[in-house]
């Protein structure tokens, strides 16, 4: 059965969105733990993440972010 936790991280990155407009690091911890928890993150759920990292705007793109992203792209090739 396919998993269904791509549809999950959508709707709850939408509400970190609409919190305040930004995406921090906390937040996108939390999308990724989704991804996770059947341990595995599959090929839905890179596109998912990767839909959301290229939507950051430079002033979410802080030092911190853009270690966070660059360890996700190189653990799971997102």
Known sequence: MESRDYLEITF????????DGKLDVK???SLVCIALRDGVVDENEKRVLRNIIERLSPQELTIEMQAKITELKE????
Do not use: G, K
């Open 12 to 19: 709850r990155s939408i509400n970190c969105f609409a919190d």
């Open 27 to 29: 937040e996108l911890d």
């Open 75 to 78: 653990q799971f090739d997102i």
